[in-house]
């Protein structure tokens, strides 16, 4: 299970201030803890409608990467934006990301191929997301294809269904789970798949045991990376014992503090 941090994020008031600003301290703590709590990348995105929007970027990977070693999620729809971000990765990084739209993807896997770098890909298209788990994989088959087309590997894509709020959207939840059990008839190794885990329960109560309970049931559908905050002491836990039980990791009675 590949961990990545949500939390250098300028959609959270106090990361879009330190941009703003550019306060490199508030950034370089985030990556810090995220790290120590497990975090084996990290997404970074500056928010969204800001006119600086390349130049914030390039100014957080550098800041991020002055204080921790690990490959970054570079998280943004705007394509100058998106190159301003793989232009300062000094390690492997992933785009964050492209739809299943003609246009987009050929941008965006124009630069995974520039960048050789890794790329999520949204089950969406022009129409939005699909309500159904089958419409998202005929867009996760339209992805593939065009990833073929671009000679990008399979283990370079990330099929994101996109949670949705469990406040506005209950059945997707279900739809979600779903889409992940299809994706991974796909093909042979199964695609990789990810989720912003916290989509979720934006706008909810009890936000850490949604995430919780919902990751366990991605993670039994066959998710491999989630996009979530490693400081959410009970998500980490059901995730560690969730690769127990579903022996992707030895069980040791130490298990949760190895
Ligand atoms: N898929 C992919 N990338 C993504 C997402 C996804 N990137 C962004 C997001 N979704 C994942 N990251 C977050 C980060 C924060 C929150 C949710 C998802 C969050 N924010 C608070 C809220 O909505 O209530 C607001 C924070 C604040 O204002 O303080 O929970 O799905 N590929």
Not at 127 to 143: C, F, H, N, Q, Y
Not at 214 to 242: F, N
Request: proline share 3%; charged share 25%.
């Amino acid at each position: 299970m590949i961990i990545i941090g949500e939390k250098c994020n300028g959609q959270f008031r106090l990361v879009g201030k330190a941009i703003d600003e550019r306060d490199e301290s508030i950034l370089q703590d985030l990556a810090i803890r995220q790290v120590k709590r497990g975090a084996h990348k990290l997404d970074v995105s500056v928010g969204a409608g800001r006119e600086d929007a390349p130049d914030a970027m390039k100014w957080a990977v550098e800041a991020i990467q002055n204080v921790v070693d690990i490959g970054l999620s570079i998280d943004t729809q705007d394509l100058e934006t998106m190159e301003a971000g793989l232009k300062s990765c000094k390690r492997k990084a992933m785009i964050n990301s492209t739809t299943a739209e003609s246009k987009k993807m050929d941008a965006m896997f124009s630069l995974a191929q520039e960048y050789e770098s890794d790329i999520i890909c949204l089950t969406m298209n022009e129409k939005g997301v699909p309500l159904d788990a089958t419409s998202r994989v005929e867009l996760a088959m339209i992805i593939l294809q065009k990833a073929m087309d671009f000679d990008i590997s399979s283990e370079r894509i990330y099929l994101d269904p996109l949670v949705m709020q469990i406040s506005s959207a209950q059945k997707q939840s279900l739809e979600v789970l779903e889409a992940l059990k299809l994706f991974r008839n796909l093909s042979d190794p199964p695609p990789n798949t990810v989720v912003g885990l916290s989509n979720l329960s934006s706008g909810a109560e009890e936000r850490s045991l949604l995430n919780a309970t919902y990751l366990a049931m991605l993670m039994s559908c066959g998710l491999t990376a989630a996009i979530l905050d490693p400081e959410d002491e009970l998500v980490m836990k059901v995730l560690r014992t969730s690769q127990i039980l579903l022996n992707q990791k030895l069980y040791a009675p130490s298990y949760l503090k190895a």
